[in-house]
């Protein structure tokens, strides 16, 4: 079995290197899972593409765009520039735990569900665990459950999401938003294939930071990224009796 990583980066050169050890340091034993990172460059002129280019590692493989480039497309970007049976994006500040990747594969393996879902923490720009804000997945009694949780701003997906080959090809790759472009894949991943599997675990340390997009999104923002997605999947929504309802 074959685990792709999915990393865009662009001018984060620090951060990458952090997180490009964090995923080299990976254990899957007993598990045989082979991983590799498909990291796809948006331009950037801070050394990062020099830094990927100089490493000799089968277990990286690199892609490039002449500029900056939509997160959602250079995700496609890259998971077009591999072959793997598992995806899973993990944005270039964030680190990746030692047992994700044997939690998610052995989870999918057995062919129960075509995607997973676990939890993550919450750490600062320089790697401080910051207390009291972690995420935490959520077992949901039905698609129809989460769908509502998620069009009434009480539930939301990053990138603690790992994903069969077969279920992104099924319904399509990442559409090219600005933001939320991770929460539309998901809708359709709920539409498609129901409920992702809960793996109650830690995925991930997401970097909390200036740089951050998620920073830039606020209540209003947010609620139309939802109504944007809602709208591309009104008649699939409206017929599972599924509202949208803005955050107040």
Same mark, same amino acid.
């Given at each position: ?51 990927? %280019? ?33 995806? @899973? ?8 735990? %030692? ?46 459950? @989460? ?10 997906? %990053? ?48 970097? @909390? ?40």
């Amino acid at each position: 079995m074959k685990l792709a990583i999915l990393t865009p980066t662009r001018n984060r050169l620090g951060f990458l290197q952090q997180n490009i050890a964090s995923v080299r340091m990976s254990s899957t034993a007993p598990l045989e899972l082979e991983i590799i990172q498909a990291v796809h460059d948006c331009g950037s002129d801070d050394g990062t593409r020099e830094y990927l %280019q100089g490493l000799d590692d089968p277990r990286l493989v690199l892609s490039f765009s002449p500029g900056r480039t939509a997160p959602g497309r250079a995700r496609n970007l890259a998971a077009a520039s591999c072959e793997s049976d598992l995806l @899973m994006p993990l944005d270039d500040d964030d680190l990746l735990l %030692q047992r994700t990747a044997y939690h998610f594969a052995k989870s999918l393996e057995a062919g129960i569900a075509r995607w997973a879902v676990a939890d993550f923490l919450k750490i600062d720009q320089d790697g401080r665990y910051l207390a009291g804000e972690d995420y935490y997945g959520w077992d949901f009694s039905s698609a129809d459950e @989460m769908l509502r949780a998620v069009f009434s701003g009480r539930h939301f997906i %990053q990138g603690n999401v790992c994903f069969t080959r077969e279920l992104f090809d099924a319904v399509g790759s990442y559409e090219e938003m600005e933001t939320a472009e991770d929460l539309e894949l998901y809708t359709r991943f709920i539409l498609e294939a129901g409920l992702p599997l809960y793996v109650p675990t830690v995925s991930h340390l997401h970097r @909390m930071h200036g740089g951050n997009v998620s920073r830039q999104v606020d209540k209003d923002r947010y609620n139309r990224d939802l109504a944007e997605i809602y709208e591309k999947h009104r008649t699939s929504l409206e017929k599972r009796g599924i509202p949208l309802e803005p955050i107040p």
